[in-house]
């Protein structure tokens, strides 16, 4: 018997009981809305056309998108905005009846933008089938009436493609349906939603460019959860709610309650909170509300002073009921941004003000859990913790026969970790890296100037590394160093060609979060600079001994030092290479550009800035 044989007799008790993929003769799971008899069969999916059993290639995207362009012309614009690395085109529909079908229209109207995301991890599809459900209902006049005439949706079906048509049936092992379905990454190997500062993989590059020409008021992100077994059904996370402008979290609080209201309205159980476990695989430890990176889809718009939201469905509930509540979050959302959508754009604009004069103040980069705790009570089910035969640790057992009240911690608050003053000027990014960093900050849409004029030697700040640890293995594609350093205020000269990077702009947090060394997904930290971090010249121990006893000889502060250095750290006094380093680094042939983080800021605009 094959491996795939085993694993299919084995999932129902894994599950509880059986479900939609367990036997291909289950009974068909109940309708969704917009079910195949209310729509022409060019209009419909696979996903209802087989009860939810399965969902279909990436070649029904193509196909759909046309066929609604086709049977709404006035209010569709099916449209493509890049190519994934193996040549398939990146489809989005744009859909209103206001007569704003391309982003310039949108802007001249002053018309609210959600743009909808799909299928960033093409395992998790839900978010594909409801999308087209949902716009097909909408433009029929059977959901959300009205919003069309004052909003302007976008929808991507799928953001990863490639991984799309990486089908298989047993992707995604720890989610119920459909029977098959996409990749996590990229044909890269790439994780999308990983991908957001360093925009490392096309698909990326492609959408910074869909996002800043459309610059959405809302940008939803559609997934399915991993992890533990709970009645929950579904997560609603929003970017800013406990970090960035104040006034804009009000806003994300607004938009996450409308849709959770209007979703617990529809019969779901929905947490406003991310369901991932205090310590990994412990119903007992609870959870706690956490700041959203920025390498993240969510955690990176929210830095652009707009509202984002993470949509979670949970992976133990069927495929049906899955794409339904999806479903159920985008009309939840088309009405919101139509009725809450011009208010929401006002306090943008606001914010994007006030962040261009954020010059000199402190700015967080990074956040903690808070110490507040509130005992909550979660909807899960029974379980046990026993050993296992097999890991040796403890694993969890579920019954779903027999649901019961979780009593248990949340942090519910969060605290500034780190930050740092915002440069009163900006920063320079000198000529050797203006290119390669230039390409990145034009995807995210960040001002800049070239300097083609000698700057000359001017006042800054520089950070000198003074430790550096890389991880070994990568990830995504890259080797991090763990930075340790400070600014310090020294006087430098800055070649034309350099940039320079004002302050002075709406996306200043984001500057900051990309520029700013210590910022956990700036560029430095995803390995832009490693070079810098490396020592390329060095000196032949037998001349370093000379040039040590020349040093001693001429200099006696500098043999205090040594000598006080050898009786207080026997490390050092052990480590003939440390030793012979002690005068190297005092040496005139020292590199004083070793461990110099190639990015300076300043206090005032340099000349031709």
Not at 189 to 203: Q, S, T
Not at 433 to 443: N, P
Request: with cysteine.
């Amino acid at each position: 018997m094959t491996n795939a044989k085993y694993f299919r007799q084995l999932l129902p008790g894994l599950l509880g009981g059986c479900v939609m993929l367990c036997h291909a003769d289950a009974a068909p799971a109940a309708t969704a809305p917009g079910a195949a008899e209310s729509s022409a069969p060019a209009l419909q999916t696979l996903a209802e056309q087989t009860g939810f059993k399965q969902t279909g290639r990436y070649a029904e995207v193509e196909r759909l998108c046309q066929a609604y362009q086709q049977a709404w012309p006035q209010q569709v614009r099916c449209f493509e905005f890049g190519r994934s690395p193996e040549g398939r085109p990146m489809l989005a529909l744009a859909v209103s009846r206001s007569g704003a079908l391309t982003a310039e229209q949108a802007a001249q109207r002053g018309l609210p933008v959600l743009l909808v995301q799909a299928g960033i991890h093409s395992g998790e599809i839900d978010g594909k089938d409801a999308g087209f459900i949902a716009l097909r209902e909408v433009l029929q006049g059977r959901a959300a009436p009205g919003v069309l005439d004052k909003a302007v949706i976008v929808f991507v079906p799928v953001f990863n493609l490639d991984g799309h048509e990486r089908f298989g049936r047993w992707n995604r092992p720890n989610q119920v349906g459909p029977e098959e379905m996409g990749w996590r990454t990229t044909a890269q190997n790439l994780n999308l939603n990983r991908d957001y500062m360093k925009a490392d993989a096309p698909e990326m590059q492609a959408m910074l460019r869909l996002l800043d020409q459309w610059d959405p008021i809302v940008y939803a992100d559609l997934h399915v959860t991993d992890g533990a077994n709970f009645q929950h059904d579904i997560s609603i996370t929003v970017e800013p709610l406990y970090s960035g402008d104040r006034a804009l979290r009000e806003a994300g609080r607004a938009l996450q309650k409308g849709v959770t209201d209007r979703l617990s309205a529809a019969g779901s159980l929905p947490l406003s909170f991310y369901p991932s476990f205090e310590r990994d695989d412990d119903p007992a430890s609870g959870f706690a509300v956490s700041v959203t990176l920025p390498r993240f889809s969510t955690g990176y718009w929210g830095l652009r002073n707009r509202l984002a939201m993470l949509v979670e469905t949970h992976s133990w509930k069927d495929y049906a009921t899955r794409v339904r509540i999806t479903r159920n979050t985008i009309v939840a959302l088309a009405e919101l941004t139509a009725s809450r959508g011009p208010d929401w754009l006002k306090l943008a604009h606001q914010a994007d003000r006030r962040a261009a004069a954020l010059g000199g103040s402190a700015v967080p980069l990074t956040y903690d859990s808070g110490d507040h705790v509130e005992t909550i009570a979660f909807k899960g089910y029974a379980y046990t913790r026993e050993p296992s035969a097999i890991s040796g640790g403890l694993v969890t057992r579920y019954d779903t026969s027999k649901p019961e009240i979780w009593h248990v911690p949340l942090k519910d608050t969060v605290k500034t970790k780190l930050e740092v003053p915002a440069p009163r000027a900006g920063y320079i990014v000198p000529a050797a890296y203006a290119e390669q960093i230039g390409q990145k900050l034009t995807l995210h849409g960040i001002e800049f100037r070239r300097l083609d004029a000698p700057a000359g030697a001017i006042a800054m700040q520089t950070f000198r590394a003074s430790k550096v640890e890389f991880d070994k293995p990568p990830f995504e594609g890259r080797t991090a160093p763990a930075l340790h350093g400070s600014w310090q205020a020294e006087t430098r000269a800055v070649p034309p060609g350099s940039l320079f990077v004002p302050i002075a702009q709406a996306k200043a947090r984001l500057v900051m979060a990309l520029l700013e060394p210590l910022a956990p997904d700036s560029f430095a930290a995803w390995g832009f600079f490693n070079g810098a971090f490396e020592q390329k010249e060095y000196m032949e121990p037998y001349v370093a001994e000379q040039v040590a006893q020349q040093m001693l000889a001429h200099d006696p502060q500098l043999a205090a030092e040594f000598s006080h250095k050898l009786d207080s750290d026997a490390d050092f006094a052990h480590d003939p290479r440390a030793r012979l380093d002690f005068f190297y680094r005092r040496a005139p042939s020292w590199d004083e550009r070793f461990d110099l983080y190639p990015v300076y800021r300043v206090d005032r605009v340099p000349v031709g800035g």
